[in-house]
């Protein structure tokens, strides 16, 4: 029995009891979501940890992307960058790596996660038959469920699949216009596995084994976007929505097979077609929890990409989105350092309680009411230890400041909170 | 004659020329905008620098905040804040200086500065009875005029005039239950004179008078609302709306007497309040040029103001709103530095060019498909120098160089551009 066979057949499994005390929900509610697939509770059933909710009625999470590359490998350097990320409070985890010995570092980084962890394993897949010297167009069936189900062994709690980059589609893009083909690594993989040889996507045509393999480990899928548009000039084009549709599809196949699934999205694009996005989502994969990477807004400001993706989340997640992955400032110039890492959770956060407020969730509203009682009363001590960052805010704090310390040097004694304190005494 | 007079006389003045060449548009469109007021031109008769355009029609501009305060006031320090917002491109300045000679440094700051320079004239006047140790409710009109007229005189390009803070409303205010009664400096310092003296606000009674200068001197008023809400617990309440019914009042009146006028909006706004706020200022006020502080999309995270404001700012400029004043990481906490100035400024630009693109500007869609172009072709040197941040782009690659130079040590040799090439080769 899976956890969403579970909740279909009424019962409160502890973890649904646990995500809602986390939420302040009703577990009846969070049984309902996740019977419907309106929420997920990614936990391997190899692993211990509190467990999040994600989707309709929770509030709205952030997931920090590590990983090693070709030109880092570095465990020590990810772990660093876990710890920043944990540090920061992200919801959850997704271990990218693609260079040095994958399977060891995920160890590591699995055993030092105590919140969810997602993979790609397709990269995994792929770079073996690189490591022994043949073209990655060899892949096969085999390989790719065999490393998915040692994935799933070592406990990954949600893993992307690019199920929806279908032979169908490989064409409709190869024949097609887009600026920027394909950003997704993953996608990337695919699309040449299917053009060299001419076959249908595996992880498209054996999703039952799929299904199997996540009803077997209790695994999330999270079901990739290979060809999200990766500029806002190719935002929300055919290829983009034609895999959409598709995921949709395949969420309902995950459903009938009490397999917990959700949907990625874009990814790039401009701030007014973002709510399209989000209805899109909804409605095409019957509200699936919706997962977008970013989005970014614009593709013209590479070193402030933390700042355009917490434009685009706060509102995807106004709009509905329920899982936004961070966007630090390194993207599209390198790997993160340990302070993008830490900067970019913090943005995201930031992005993920603007929608809070949006979607009208009374604790966030709460955060807000106790810092903006805590500024009228000039309690720098409650307001500087209820900031997202109290370490940062102390210190941006320090480095002009104040001759009387109850208030600051932007405005001094002409305080206009000081002032209408004066004027009702 | 103004140059509002001239606009609705036919007249079409080199300014306007100016303005439409470097928008793109025709002379006659910035014409007809300014003379109905959608678009105002701010350039003080006795200054010359290139103009820029502020309203419906033309791209999105930013402003940056500078100047002392009593626990900062130097010169050298706010000049290097000056240069920096500049060479980040911003588009207008205001010197908020409460502290040191205000005269001295905003001559200092004029002669520095070749875009539109602000200020908020009730600061000094109110400064000037401080210094005299007398109380500030001993300004009068004659006190609150002369200095207007002085820094008028002097150059100054638009002013922050708190005219809407009437006597109806300030008892409105205290009656009421507001959180946060006021953060505005200039509204307190009204607020309180009204209360103490129980009498009109001068900047309202003797409003023609106000028009009377702006019309010598070529002064654009920003009206401003010194009744925002200063929490997001606060945003969209009656005194916030009152004073924007009364404002929308008197830009009727600025433009009978040919006078340029803008609005100025909060603030503190939820991301799901924002279309509100735009559509009402802009139903309200006739289309008058909307100038928003942030707004900031909520109160939790100080040391990362220039994330929440850019959130607010992009979303509001693609509602309509027209100048996005900066807010810096340093705000709530103590007076910017430069650092925070260029960051505070960039931060904007981002906001306002992502509203232009959702505005649908032809310039700000070319940008980013040039950019997406260069990322297409791998072309490191053109994404970096087009970059909106070229230097900090160069900086943040250069922290984890990747071996090879076609890619990036994100994803190195798995690079989704680079395998889409050979896969269409």
């Known amino acids: 029995m899976t956890l969403m066979a579970d909740c279909k057949a009424g019962k409160i499994p502890e973890i649904v009891k646990l995500v809602a005390e986390s939420e302040g929900v009703s577990p009846e509610f969070v049984r309902g979501q996740v019977a419907s697939g309106r929420v997920v509770i990614p936990r391997n059933k190899n692993r211990s940890f509190d467990p999040i909710g994600i989707g309709q009625g929770l509030s709205t999470k952030v997931n920090a992307n590590l990983g090693t590359s070709r030109d880092k490998a570095d465990i020590e350097f990810e772990l660093a960058k876990l710890k920043a990320a944990l540090e ?37 897949t792929a770079i073996r ?25 070592m406990g990954v709690d949600f893993i992307t699949v690019h199920c929806g980059v279908t032979r169908n589609l490989v064409r409709m893009l190869l024949e097609g ?13 695919l699309i040449e596995w299917v053009h060299y040889n001419q076959a249908e996507n595996p992880l498209y045509e054996h999703y039952d084994r799929l299904l199997e393999l996540a009803r077997e480990y209790e695994l999330t899928l999270s079901l990739g976007d290979g060809l999200r548009p990766g500029t806002i000039i190719d ?16 969420v309902e196949r995950a459903r009938k097979a009490d397999v917990q699934s959700m949907v990625e999205g874009p990814g790039h694009i401009p701030v007014n077609q973002i709510e399209t996005n989000v209805r899109l989502e909804k409605s095409l994969c019957k509200d699936a929890p919706f997962y977008v990477l970013g989005p970014i807004v614009t593709d013209i400001a590479p070193g402030y990409d933390h700042i355009t993706s917490a434009i685009g989340g706060a509102l995807a997640g106004s ?7 961070y966007v630090t400032r390194a993207e599209h110039l390198c790997l993160p350092d340990r302070e993008s890492v830490w900067e970019g959770v913090m943005a995201a956060r930031i992005a993920a309680h603007a ?35 109290p370490e940062l805010a102390r210190k941006t704090r320090a480095t002009i400041p104040p001759e009387k310390e109850e208030v600051c040097t932007m405005c001094g004694e002409f305080c206009a909170l000081k002032k209408i304190g004066e004027i009702k005494a």
Chains 1, 2 share one sequence.
């Open 88 to 124: 920061a409070k992200t919801d959850a985890v997704m271990d990218l790596s693609t260079g040095g010995d994958l399977s060891a570092i995920r160890k590591v980084i699995l055993d030092a996660c105590p919140v969810p962890l997602g993979t790609v394993p397709i990269y995994e």
């Open 129 to 153: 038959m690189v490591e022994n010297q043949l073209p990655m167009v060899n892949m096969n069936s085999e390989s790719i469920f065999s490393t998915i189900e040692d994935q799933a062994r």
């Open 177 to 189: 216009d887009r600026l920027m083909e394909v950003v997704s690594r993953g996608g990337s993989f």
């Open 235 to 250: 935002a929300t084009d055919k290829p983009q929505i034609q895999e959409l549709v598709t995921l949709g599809e395949l």
């Open 319 to 325: 709009f509905g989105a329920d899982f936004l992955c």
């Open 355 to 389: 929608a809070d407020l949006a979607k009208g969730f009374n604790k966030a509203w709460e955060w807000d009411r106790q810092m903006s009682k805590a500024r009228k009363k000039l309690d720098w001590e409650k307001m500087l230890s209820l900031a997202i960052d």
